[in-house]
């Protein structure tokens, strides 16, 4: 514990902005077959260094089978809040859940990211025990903790109840319990955000169990049995307060993304797919008159494709769904970055006006049908997946790997890992770095990325930018 406030803690997003540029990104390998452990990798990613774009360390789990996915930090900005019990922590250990095996690891960076290690364990049963979750997926720094989403309740198949979130203290790293208290008709998750000067919390849906771990259930999917509302929470109260189907049509309604300035109430949340015509879209949601609001404010149209160029899940469609599965927001809630994974695209729109996006960059790389190969020459399999912006907004990270079952079925002939970055123009646009290109060891699917001292997914900002 530091005396003083972690000088990567930022009160406002213009503050975090202004900060030194990430040295290093850590990002979670997992093995698809489960033949060997997850681990995380440590990547240099300073200009000019003779290790550059190279992995740098590693840190290889004692356990298979874990299907590492979403990761986080300890804590984060938002310890800098009037109602923080943790103002003197660090931004120092890493908590990377298993989503397969609900088994939570916690990382110690300290002294150097290229002598991290394994500081804790936290075994399956201790989750269940203390919160009848199972399938820990999303991880978040508050003031009071950290907090954890599920995917699974209780039970072998994860069905015993509703998923939800829970709370583990961010000093001895000790699962607490759970957080809701009255979740109304929330009955499946995926990812949450909030609002904490303002006080209140917005969550998202994505499937039960059986309806992603074996792969993508088509039957469930065109009967429309996949997540479809965002639900909107008093913070403090840990209740429901209102509830907004996006239509049953609009499935999987995943990354939630609000504004960094806590004066603006708006977010932007992304639909995997319409099943009505094949579709991605870009809704926004913003707050007035007392109640939230949600509007569709961006589609992405799928691509003709000819039947040899498409999987078997596919092949009757004859097209490839735009699928996008991660959206990030920039520092400075201008813009908006969205993952096509299924085209192969990653685009940038700019958000000033939240409820009227404009298309300002595109890059294409990898892609279902496409498959474009990065500018250095070399494949990328899969599509543009996790994505992740450096806190000045100039330089934008992307993997490739979504789920290991789903990445099976979209992309047969395999998944290797891969890691690249795109420079942003002063006004927009993008171009993908030619000597930016991460390519993992055999066998290992590259997933989420996190930066160094914290990054426009993993703070959440108590004060309003000047």
């Given at each position: 514990?530091?005396?003083?406030?972690?000088?990567?803690?930022?009160?406002?997003?213009?503050?975090a902005m202004e900060a030194p540029a990430e040295n290093f990104a850590y990002t979670l390998l997992l093995s698809p077959d489960f033949s060997k452990p997850d681990a995380l990798a440590v990547i240099d990613v300073k200009p000019g260094s003779p290790t550059y774009s190279q992995i740098v360390h590693?840190?290889?789990?004692?356990?298979?089978?874990?299907?590492?996915?979403?990761?986080?930090?300890?804590?984060?900005?938002?310890?800098?809040?009037?109602?923080?019990?943790?103002?003197?922590?660090?931004?120092?250990?890493?908590?990377?859940?298993?989503?397969?095996?609900?088994?939570?690891?916690?990382?110690?960076?300290?002294?150097?990211?290229?002598?991290?290690?394994?500081?804790?364990?936290?075994?399956?049963?201790?989750?269940?025990?203390?919160?009848?979750?199972?399938?820990?997926?999303?991880?978040?720094?508050?003031?009071?903790?950290?907090?954890?989403?599920?995917?699974?309740?209780?039970?072998?198949?994860?069905?015993?109840?509703?998923?939800?979130?829970?709370?583990?203290?961010?000093?001895?790293?000790?699962?607490?319990?759970?957080?809701?208290?009255?979740?109304?008709?929330?009955?499946?998750?995926?990812?949450?955000?909030?609002?904490?000067?303002?006080?209140?919390?917005?969550?998202?849906?994505?499937?039960?169990?059986?309806?992603?771990?074996?792969?993508?259930?088509?039957?469930?999917?065109?009967?429309?049995?996949?997540?479809?509302?965002?639900?909107?929470?008093?913070?403090?109260?840990?209740?429901?307060?209102?509830?907004?189907?996006?239509?049953?049509?609009?499935?999987?309604?995943?990354?939630?993304?609000?504004?960094?300035?806590?004066?603006?109430?708006?977010?932007?949340?992304?639909?995997?797919?319409?099943?009505?015509?094949?579709?991605?879209?870009?809704?926004?949601?913003?707050?007035?008159?007392?109640?939230?609001?949600?509007?569709?404010?961006?589609?992405?149209?799928?691509?003709?494709?000819?039947?040899?160029?498409?999987?078997?899940?596919?092949?009757?469609?004859?097209?490839?769904?735009?699928?996008?599965?991660?959206?990030?927001?920039?520092?400075?809630?201008?813009?908006?970055?969205?993952?096509?994974?299924?085209?192969?695209?990653?685009?940038?729109?700019?958000?000033?006006?939240?409820?009227?996006?404009?298309?300002?960059?595109?890059?294409?790389?990898?892609?279902?049908?496409?498959?474009?190969?990065?500018?250095?020459?070399?494949?990328?399999?899969?599509?543009?997946?996790?994505?992740?912006?450096?806190?000045?907004?100039?330089?934008?990270?992307?993997?490739?790997?979504?789920?290991?079952?789903?990445?099976?079925?979209?992309?047969?002939?395999?998944?290797?890992?891969?890691?690249?970055?795109?420079?942003?123009?002063?006004?927009?646009?993008?171009?993908?770095?030619?000597?930016?290109?991460?390519?993992?060891?055999?066998?290992?699917?590259?997933?989420?990325?996190?930066?160094?001292?914290?990054?426009?997914?993993?703070?959440?900002?108590?004060?309003?930018?000047?």
């Amino acid at each position: 514990m530091t005396m003083r406030p972690d000088p990567t803690f930022h009160a406002s997003p213009k503050l975090a902005m202004e900060a030194p540029a990430e040295n290093f990104a850590y990002t979670l390998l997992l093995s698809p077959d489960f033949s060997k452990p997850d681990a995380l990798a440590v990547i240099d990613v300073k200009p000019g260094s003779p290790t550059y774009s190279q992995i740098v360390h590693t840190v290889t789990m004692p356990n298979k089978g874990d299907e590492f996915h979403h990761f986080g930090w300890n804590a984060c900005s938002s310890a800098l809040s009037p109602l923080a019990g943790h103002a003197f922590v660090e931004r120092r250990y890493l908590i990377i859940p298993g989503l397969r095996s609900s088994r939570i690891y916690i990382i110690d960076t300290k002294p150097d990211p290229t002598k991290a290690k394994i500081h804790k364990i936290i075994e399956p049963e201790e989750v269940f025990k203390k919160t009848g979750y199972s399938r820990p997926h999303t991880i978040h720094c508050g003031p009071d903790g950290i907090y954890v989403s599920t995917l699974g309740g209780g039970g072998k198949d994860g069905t015993n109840g509703p998923p939800g979130v829970f709370i583990m203290d961010c000093e001895t790293f000790e699962v607490l319990g759970r957080w809701e208290i009255d979740r109304g008709p929330q009955t499946r998750h995926y990812d949450f955000w909030w609002n904490l000067p303002r006080d209140y919390m917005v969550t998202s849906e994505w499937a039960l169990p059986p309806q992603f771990e074996n792969g993508i259930v088509p039957e469930d999917l065109l009967a429309n049995k996949y997540g479809h509302h965002l639900h909107f929470w008093d913070l403090r109260a840990r209740r429901n307060v209102q509830t907004i189907d996006l239509g049953a049509n609009h499935q999987m309604a995943l990354e939630v993304r609000p504004a960094h300035d806590p004066v603006r109430e708006y977010g932007f949340v992304g639909v995997v797919v319409d099943t009505t015509n094949l579709e991605a879209s870009i809704w926004t949601w913003w707050r007035e008159g007392g109640k939230f609001h949600a509007e569709k404010t961006a589609t992405i149209p799928p691509e003709p494709a000819p039947k040899e160029k498409l999987p078997p899940l596919l092949q009757g469609f004859g097209a490839v769904p735009p699928l996008v599965t991660d959206i990030d927001l920039s520092m400075d809630d201008r813009f908006l970055y969205v993952s096509c994974w299924g085209t192969g695209e990653m685009r940038q729109y700019d958000v000033t006006d939240p409820r009227k996006p404009k298309l300002a960059g595109s890059v294409h790389i990898g892609g279902i049908a496409r498959r474009t190969p990065h500018p250095n020459g070399k494949a990328f399999a899969a599509g543009p997946q996790m994505v992740e912006i450096s806190r000045d907004g100039k330089r934008v990270y992307w993997t490739n790997s979504l789920y290991s079952t789903w990445d099976d079925q979209f992309y047969p002939d395999g998944v290797p890992g891969v890691e690249v970055m795109a420079n942003v123009g002063r006004n927009g646009g993008l171009e993908l770095d030619k000597n930016y290109f991460v390519s993992f060891p055999d066998g290992y699917r590259a997933h989420q990325i996190r930066l160094e001292g914290g990054d426009c997914s993993t703070d959440s900002f108590c004060y309003p930018s000047v």
